[in-house]
């Protein structure tokens, strides 16, 4: 009897056991992502940024085996896109493409920041930096900064210059070059590049800094004239035009290329984050990801996720004195 007792028991506390495993087990958490995956972007179709974005998205997916879906949110600069993402759930299923600009350069522009780029965001990945250029219309007999220069001051008021948005890489320097040559000049803000570009091929502004992606095909096509690329090296694309240190030895301080990063919403698991980094990583040995950004001019570099944070830092600190000094802070 005590023998069959034992073996009842026995037998009940391996069943309990086995119910405590199963248990526990159905509880375990799927291994992420198990669904689609929303990735804002903070330019409108078409843009160099926009293009980057695109092809992450495509490449990831294909190494986490879930679709990227890219949703863009132009407008504000990038405050429109870092909204909609302060607004998702914490769960790692919305991500957003950022770049130098939205980062080091833009919530400084405004007296009350709109957010904190330290504390708002989990970085995740810097994809790449690519140089900026300085361009002009074609047939208006400028072909170097001299002859911006003597147009700004022959021009009542001064040069009329385009940008994808208050707080842009694009802004912050031509209005920190202008300063350089002495000459007075109006920001016009645009959402995006490409209404600059259409704007400046129509000659109602007579300059804007452009991404080179997005620049090389209208200077090739003969439609912009390049003056300078904010770089310490010429460019593989453009190696007859000079870099900026080149073309005014005084603006040498200004060349500084523009990035692109992924991140998520700050508190977004670490271990979300080291999977969508190591995605990215992988993405970097892939032939096919690699031929397309570098077709673009993107310099694709290792990249951890302290590096978005440290590299806005390092940007931050440049350009937060310079909007101080050139007064570009509104309400």
Same mark, same amino acid.
């Given at each position: ?85 302060? /607004? ?133 096509? /003969? ?109």
């Amino acid at each position: 009897m005590k023998v069959t007792n034992m073996r009842t028991a026995g037998f009940m506390l391996a069943s309990l056991g086995a119910w405590i495993g199963a248990a526990c087990w159905a509880q375990q958490p799927a291994p992420y992502p198990t669904k689609p995956i929303q990735l804002i972007a903070q330019q409108p179709p078409g843009s160099s940024s926009d293009s980057m974005t695109r092809i992450w998205a495509d490449c990831v997916s294909h190494e986490l085996g879930q679709p990227v879906v890219v949703q863009n949110k132009p407008g504000a600069n990038g405050i429109l896109a870092i909204s909609t993402l302060k /607004g998702q759930k914490l769960d790692g299923y919305t991500l957003m493409s950022i770049g130098m600009s939205q980062m080091s350069i833009t919530p400084y522009t405004y007296k009350q920041h709109p957010y904190d780029p330290a504390s708002d965001f989990e970085g995740i990945a810097v994809l790449g930096t690519s140089p900026l250029v300085l361009t002009v219309p074609a047939g208006e007999g400028v072909s170097r900064l001299a002859d911006l220069q003597a147009l700004a001051k022959a021009t009542p008021g001064g040069l009329n210059f385009g940008s994808p948005g208050k707080g842009s890489p694009a802004h912050l320097l031509t209005t920190a070059l202008l300063d350089k040559l002495g000459v007075p000049g109006t920001h016009v803000p645009f959402v995006g590049e490409g209404a600059g570009v259409t704007n400046m091929m129509g000659k109602q502004i007579q300059a804007m800094t452009l991404v080179i992606g997005t620049a090389a095909p209208q200077v090739k096509a /003969g439609k912009l004239v390049a003056l300078a690329v904010f770089d310490t090296q010429r460019s593989k694309l453009m190696p007859d035009v000079p870099t900026i240190g080149e073309a005014l030895p005084a603006a040498a301080d200004l060349a500084r290329p523009a990035w692109i990063a992924i991140v998520g919403k700050t508190g977004t698991s670490s271990q979300i984050v080291s999977k969508l980094n190591t995605a990215t990583e992988q993405c970097r040995s892939n032939a096919q990801y690699r031929s397309r950004l570098e077709a673009m001019n993107v310099t694709i570099t290792p990249s951890s996720p302290s590096d978005v944070h440290a590299l806005a830092a390092r940007d931050s600190a440049v350009w937060r004195p310079l909007i101080d000094k050139l007064g570009l802070a509104t309400e």
